[in-house]
């Protein structure tokens, strides 16, 4: 074995080749939101790239300092846009994070928290039965009487959900069918977001439709895997992935989106992810390669009529929809397109607003901080309308708006394109 001076490694923390890709320039500190609140280097990506070298060869044990700090880590991958020697820094993470899940013993309160979260949110129908006593106080108007009774750490978690009432049925109706030979779509429709955010899920198969392509759907959709990927949990990431590989493949779409981009990231990863599978390897890498966004898909087959709207927007670019599949221009392109609609940039649009898949959940402290700036950005444009592609930002930024008293709405980019749909 090697010594832990040789700078060989001693443990499998992560593929460690991976590495020395990083040059420690510094590029990316000012892009990660964790180094922008504590501006300490081992709450940056380069800190942390340090901190796993150091625990591959042995030099630092795997104590709760090191824990903490990865545990601080969004998975935003801002870093990797900013960054101009390539570094894989969410497969980086991924991996630290999975090590430290199979060999650190968290506090009890830590492991109850994330073991509800693991339990429960990769699984709509144990979401949905959690969710309906819920939904019945709040139709007879006490959820506020409720949240006001609870601790703390329940209490922000329920502000967290939207309306619950409002949420749309899973089982909802096709669009009208298109022309048969059109290109055929079909909607990820993930797995908290087709119980808290299905009207996404229906308003991207609305647009779609309208713009002349052919909505098809899965028999069934299960989670994605990005939750597991996020919190260490990397074989059933794989068990996850591999049933959507198939799923994915025999709906026989042309293209596959997600109204959540974090799903979207996932699914267009499966290919690297299932890389060394010998029965699936191939098809994961088709379908990844069929992963697209909503954005490009209507700017690439016309966008159909829209009525006029007056009125302000601006745009938040999710995490993984910008820095994940490099899309920033096509959602301003399709918002200054509707007639009316006056389109502000926001300041640090694409700086992370803390939902981060469950991280709100799991650090809620750090993540309260992110909204915090993010809200006061959003304040600051004045705008009528935030926009945004993805659910987990919705309601993080939703709930920081509530508690602002703040009179601007959240909504995610389908459903304000299918509010300018004419007719």
Partial sequence: MASASSGAPMRKVVDYELLFDCVHCGLCLEACPTYALKRAEMDSPRGRIYLMKALAEGRLPLDSDAARHLDLCLGCRGCETACPSGVHYGRLIEDARAFVEANYRRSLMDRTRRAIV???????????????????????????????????????WIELLPPLSGCADERAAMPPAADPGAPAVVVHHGCVAQVLANSENLASEAVLAAAGYRVVRMANTACCGALDLHSGNRDRALDFARRNVRMLAACGADAIIS????????????????????????????????????SALLLERGLPTMRKLECTVTFHDACHLVHGLGVREGPRKLLSSIPGVRLIELAESDLCCGS????????????????????????????????????????????????????????HLARFLAMALAG
């Fill in 118 to 156: 693991n339990a429960i949110f990769p699984y709509p129908a144990r979401l949905r039965a959690l969710l309906a006593p819920l939904k019945s106080i709040e139709r007879a108007g006490l959820r506020p009487a409720l949240a006001a009774m609870l601790p703390r750490a329940m209490r922000e």
């Fill in 259 to 294: 109204a959540a981009s974090g799903c979207s990231t996932a699914i267009a990863e499966y290919g690297a992810l299932l890389r060394d599978d010998p029965e699936l390897a191939g098809l994961a890498k088709s379908v990844s390669a069929t992963v697209r966004d909503l």
């Fill in 356 to 411: 981060a898949g469950n991280y709100n959940l799991t650090e809620p402290e750090m993540a309260r901080e992110l909204a915090r700036r993010k809200v006061d950005n959003i304040i600051a444009t004045g705008a009528d309308y935030v926009v945004m592609a993805n659910p987990g930002c919705e309601f993080q930024i939703a709930a920081e708006l509530r508690r602002r008293r703040a009179n601007i709405k959240v909504i």
